[in-house]
């Protein structure tokens, strides 16, 4: 999924409790006027907070990094919870070939020692910080044995394991090549299921469970280096909606490579959404029909799966990842929607089902699990989720047994936990919209918290002040926010920009701090602009049903919302409707642009940022999720592209792309640009080469920042070309906005 976030702002002014000074880049007293430069410099204007932290099993300690924006290598600290005590772990250079910006670090499970990559190969270091060896060259992703005793990688596409004392590796499996790929998921199983690993040790460390990725049948999508002479081609495995995916075989495999297929996904073009074991050592998966209406777990008993969880929809089932299994190996915890909200649920291998929860659900990319640990010994789920409204976040508390959930962490705002294995001792990191956030540490078992880090207040800022709000409006009540300049006047008449996303359950309006986003509104703001955001029905996550606004209907179900928001923004006084501007990034840029071509005359200006603008584009996991193929409903497609409305473009629009982005890809752009020749539009495009999807690297980000605001005040604040005409709203007694664009469900 490409929902996209702006780079997390850091805090000015890390303390560390246990006394350890780490300094933080700043000047004090923030400028009156934030500049661009300031915001996306080297180092966050708020400077640099706690990262990529991974705990020791046990909960002893945990590491740590303090990132900045230059991808220079960087210390990996420790921390001892018991001691207090803080100190570099690992030093930020390479031991290897070339560099890396963070080793990558996997404690075994008796967390006595760590397997780590640095510049490809696999290295093992104890705990303490010595023994460290090399074990491997060209690994990825390590895996500990149950007993710690050995580590699986990927090595040239084939699966291998080594013992923690080297030695000869063994080998599971032999057919790997460049196009077959065996325990490493393709790019749109990590980037659409949050696959983050294709392949597990069986309980007792004597088989290993994979996935093989034959990516043969997908047509290779060509990336270009421009910058090359001549230029180079990368060369991408990347399904498009309607087209082939990979055809993907579930095995397990004994060292030496002989192996037992289980499952393959070429009879039914079907999805295997996860592999692990159950308790009882039996090799588990999650099998999802390519249309995403049924999803079953099951475990295979001597190559025949019985299915232990059965979900299904008229439109499409939420995967939240594999089910947490109970040490009594007979029970487990799942997330569901099956009753209208996503919920927990205990199952149990005779199929019996009982709702632990009623809605909370969280903000959650597809594959993502909710349940970030248990704790049987208490008899204690801990759940994150959406609570007390569906803008705020915690986690709650779920007794096994059924009880009332107990919220960590009571009251509004953003409440995010990284809990160590043991589901007793956590990270919390706390914040709220326009409050950056604050880091501690607790224990389950505590009544409090200690203080770790914390980003310096930004009270003293010269900021226009915020509000959280709802809005009425014919889809209901709509969440929303707005920045007002310094020294609003009501009386005054203010251009306006709507920050946009629209994307599935992928609300802008948390209450929660929007880091570098956050300070470049305000620096809108600053500058005389009034700065918004509302959230339509399809993006908000409290409702499945409310989401389901954007079956088939991804462009006009989204739109819907924002033409609501614009509706009440004519309505304030203190609002130019003639200066109205709409921006957004991956999602939001399709929105942008797709507001500025199905609603001339609303917005006067857009600014839009690696959009898609056909969903025949983009993957076709996410895509189809929400919209089915290109081939059954080439209406919706219709209905929902950019590019064929680019004829109804009225007002300015400037888009911007990487090159090299290999989520959303150039040729969406490219394909929008032809068709705006065909008709005659004028728009602005700039491209920045060889980036991706975020457009990372300083001087990239403040080309962005810096073209997208004197963009804003070229078309919204010096002047306006003509006077907008609001397009005419359906009566009250009309269908909602969206609904004329519906396909009927396929039932």
Known sequence: MFRFALCFARGLALFISAGAAVSASGTGTPPALLSIDEIFGPVPLTGRLPASIAWAPDGSRFLYTLPDRTNAPVDTHVYDVRTRRDAIFFRGKSEGKGSRPVAEFVWAPDSKHLAYLDAGDLWVIASDGTGKRKLAQDADDPQWSPDSARIAYVHANDLYAIALNGGAPQRFSFDGSPDVVNGDPDWVYSEELEMHHAYAWSPDGSRIAYLQFDQRPIAPFPIVDFLNSPSTIEEQRFPLAGAKNSVVTLRVA????????????????????SVGWTPAGLPAATLLDRSQKRLRYVAFDDASPRTLILDHDPDWVDFFGEPHWLRDKRRFLFVSER?????????DVQGGVRRLTRGFRAGLEAGDNPVLGVDEARGVAYLEAAYPTRRDATVLAVPLDGGLPRPLVAGHGAHHFTFAPDARHYMRVDSAFGVPPAFSLGTTAGSGTRLFARARPLDDANFGSTKLFEIDSRLGRLDAWMILPPGFDPAKKYPVITYVYGGPAAPTTADAWGGDTYLYHQALAQRGFIVFSVDGPGSQIDSAAAVRRLYHAAGPASLAGQLEGARYLRSLPYVDARRLGIWGWSFGGYET????????????TGVAVAPVTDWRFYDSIYTERYMGTPQQFPAAYAASSVIAAAGGLRGHLLISHGTSDDNVHLANTI????????????????VYPRKRHGIPGVPQRRHLFTHM?????????????????????????????EQSYRQPRNQ
């Not at 804003?712 to 009309?734: C, E, G, N, T, V």
Request: proline share 7%; aromatic share 16%.
């Open 254 to 273: 004994v060292p030496g490579g002989a192996t037992r297929t289980l499952y393959s996904t070429k009879p039914a073009d079907d999805y295997v959404a």
């Open 339 to 347: 009753d209208g909200q996503a919920s927990l649920y205990l199952g």
């Open 593 to 604: 642009t797709y507001a500025m071509t199905h609603a001339p005359g609303v917005w006067d």
């Open 671 to 686: 394909a929008l640009l032809q068709a705006f020749i065909e008709h005659g539009k004028q728009i602005d495009f700039m």
């Open 709 to 737: 605001l004197e963009y804003w005040q070229s078309h919204l604040m010096y002047r306006s070309s003509y006077d907008a005409k609001f397009i005419p709203f359906p009566s009250a007694s009309d269908k909602a906005p």
